[in-house]
């Protein structure tokens, strides 16, 4: 395994899902219940059983919208104000329309969600305004859950399996797309009549700080390749400034769960213990006054649960240490931390980008169609706000649909055979060298000089210097990387990626002359927020070949929002007492 | 520039006494996310070939004979 081999194949399929993880097999799940006679083609650079950000499974749904406990309006609002009124409510509003719909399927594929003694769903209010967080008590099931639907509507999938750029025909529609063996650097053409993206974050942007390039908070495997091919596609991408930070346990990295723990009583507190926020659901403006307490006389922020009974910080532990990131437990018992006895050490994670919980992502609109006829995107990838996971399978759903009723509408469209070549050399060139820099000391550097230059607080003359020292580490790049094997190559193309979105989050930052989304884009020389200016979406492309960044009006809103809760979410501190 | 072997100690272990490979398994290989395991040519059982873990832990959990173990990785354990 992993020796170059020489080899170019092509097959032809309706729908091309590129991505196993979340939204891709739903999309493709939806695309074939659609139409049982299109042919469904599922590609994962890893292995669908276990690929994307639900590897191991979830403990919950965040945004659960049901009946009785919310309604869309409320969810659409929440949304809108927590992603700083930059927000195009039809996507958002559609998919709280259609979650609940989705959530009984899933259940119907045996996930089960909590359910209180009336058999009514276990909401729990985390969220600054509604109510929305659904406990999934055998979450660690639901990979299996859905490779078992996959297998059952017969969608093909090839796994290992590396998408590097996708294919357009003259008219500017999609034709498909061309990917890269991981184990042997054979290539497939996949020529197709639409394409879905369900390709993740780019979550290995910035630099842990541990140092180790795979101890990202999101899956390593999720290197942005989604929003690089999208990029090279011509299609648009929005608010790419809007960058996502998380907190998290301390170099554990994993997510700190306030989300679990908070409806039992847990919370984010300052070294005192105190709580400092009050809200620990995810936004800029949640993690600026993190950010704000991390650096005060305060700081360090720790996850509080040891002022709960031992049982409750005890069964807190055992969701948190069996379901989304297992290995969490292990890494408590090295330090030998206990939940009940200590408050844990918590920091912020490194820069990537992530609809998931930001708003950075390919731009959408409410039938995750992007810009280019013929490709949808959806999941953390796609620009809808705040999707996380049940935003990534119902967005996903919408995008099958749309995606199987157009291919049924086209015919396959004719693509450049010069240009595949060009990708098998732009792609092989690290294997064509003698000697040379290997992609793991590219990436390391890359994502340093993220760290130093780009991750806020953003200052233009830093983000200049840094733009100049990574078009150097480009220059190495495209020059003098060397890969040794098809696994190296893999590694070496995702390195192509991180540049990429390092050189996209930079342009879009500095575009963008004002602060907003808290701690996500704080200029500190543009420290104001500007609704006159800005209140717009920035919309990146490549246009003649150079990067370039437009303003895009946000549609009008369906849920209105009054003056008085705009800025709800920039309340989150906890006053302090007279 | 030639390149240098500089040694790191890999997060997952896996017990050979345990490990099936020999048998034709190949699943712990199969399901990584990273895909950073091998089954040995010389011991034809499943080592870390690539220290590049998530400690994600799906071939721990999906060995069907438990011999794989899934630790922090030292730098940041």
Redo the contacts between chains.
């Keep these: 395994m992993d020796e170059i081999k020489d080899g170019l194949s092509e097959i032809e399929c309706d729908v091309l899902v590129i991505g196993g993880g979340t939204a891709g097999p739903m999309a493709a799940y939806k695309a074939k219940m659609k139409n049982p006679d299109a042919k469904v083609v599922l590609l994962e650079k890893a292995n669908v059983k276990r690929s994307g950000a639900i590897s191991m499974g979830m403990d919950g749904l965040n945004n659960a919208v049901i009946p009785g406990h919310s309604t869309p309006e409320q969810y659409t609002k929440e949304i809108t104000i927590a992603n700083d009124g930059i927000c195009d409510q039809a996507a958002v509003y559609k998919y709280a329309q259609h979650c609940y719909e989705i959530i009984e399927e899933l259940d119907k594929f045996g996930i089960r969600f909590q359910k209180d003694e009336n058999g009514d769903y276990d909401v729990k209010k985390v969220h600054h305004i509604g109510t929305y967080v659904l406990p999934m008590p055998n979450g660690e099931t639901v990979k299996k859950a859905l490779y078992r639907q996959l297998r059952r509507a017969r969608i093909l999938i090839s796994n290992r399996f590396m998408a590097t750029r996708l294919l357009k025909g003259r008219s500017g529609r999609i034709a498909g797309a061309v990917a890269v063996n991981t184990r042997t650097a054979e290539f497939l053409v996949v020529r197709a009549k639409s394409v879905i993206m369900s390709m993740g974050a780019a979550g290995r942007l910035g630099l842990p700080t541990s140092g180790y390039l795979y101890g990202t908070y999101e899956n390593a495997a999720n290197s942005g390749e989604g929003y690089a091919m999208a990029y090279h596609a011509g299609a648009k991408l929005a608010n790419l400034e809007c960058f996502q930070i998380n907190p998290l346990i301390k170099d554990y990295n994993g997510p700190s769960c306030a989300y679990v723990a908070g409806p039992f009583g847990g919370f984010t507190a300052n070294s005192r213990g105190e709580r400092f926020i009050e809200c620990d659901y995810w936004s800029g403006q949640m993690m600026q006054e993190f950010y704000n307490e991390l650096l005060s006389g305060n700081g360090p922020v720790f996850l509080k649960l040891n002022h709960l009974h031992k049982e409750t910080a005890d069964h807190i532990e055992q969701i948190l240490h069996t379901v989304e990131r297992p290995s969490r437990g292990r890494f408590h018992e090295g330090r030998g931390t206990r939940y009940h006895e200590t408050m844990i050490e918590m920091h912020i994670s490194e820069i990537g980008f992530c609809s998931g919980h930001s708003a950075s992502g390919v731009f959408v609109d409410d039938c995750a169609r992007t810009t280019v006829p013929g490709l949808y995107a959806a999941g953390d990838m796609a620009s809808v706000p705040h999707n996380y996971m049940l935003g990534a399978f119902t967005n996903g759903a919408f995008a099958g649909e749309d995606a199987v009723a157009f291919a049924g509408e086209v015919d396959f469209e004719d693509y450049d055979r010069e240009e595949v070549a060009r990708e098998q050399e732009r792609v092989l060139a690290p294997t064509r060298r003698e000697d040379g820099i290997p992609p793991n000391q590219i990436e390391y550097k890359a994502r340093r000089l993220v760290n130093d230059y780009l991750q806020p607080p953003k200052v233009t003359r830093k983000y200049e210097l840094g733009q100049a020292r990574l078009a150097e580490v480009r220059d190495d790049m495209e020059n003098h990387m060397v890969a040794r094997d098809a696994h190296e190559l893999m590694r070496a193309m995702e390195v192509t990626s991180i540049l990429d979105c390092a050189d996209m989050a930079a342009f879009a930052s500095l575009y963008r002359e004002e602060s907003r989304w808290g701690l996500y884009h704080w200029r500190t020389d543009h420290p104001e927020r500007n609704d006159e200016e800005w209140k717009c979406h920035v919309l990146l492309s490549k246009q003649d070949g150079r990067m370039t960044c437009e303003k895009h009006p946000v549609q009008p809103y369906i849920v209105p929002i009054s003056e008085e809760e705009k800025d709800a979410y920039y309340k989150q501190r906890i006053k302090a007492e007279a | 520039?030639?390149?240098a072997n500089t040694s790191t100690t890999v997060p997952v272990l896996v017990d050979e006494g345990k490990c099936i490979a020999d048998k034709g398994c190949t699943v712990c290989v199969?399901?990584?996310?990273?895909?950073v395991l091998?089954i040995s040519e010389l011991t034809n059982k499943a080592y870390m070939k690539?220290d590049?873990?998530?400690?994600?832990?799906?071939c721990e959990?999906?060995c069907p004979t438990g011999a794989v173990t899934?630790?922090?990785?030292y730098?940041?354990?």
């Design positions: 520039m030639p390149l199969d399901v990584c996310p990273l895909d091998r690539f590049e873990c998530w400690y994600c832990m799906p959990a999906d899934v630790n922090i990785p730098l940041l354990k």
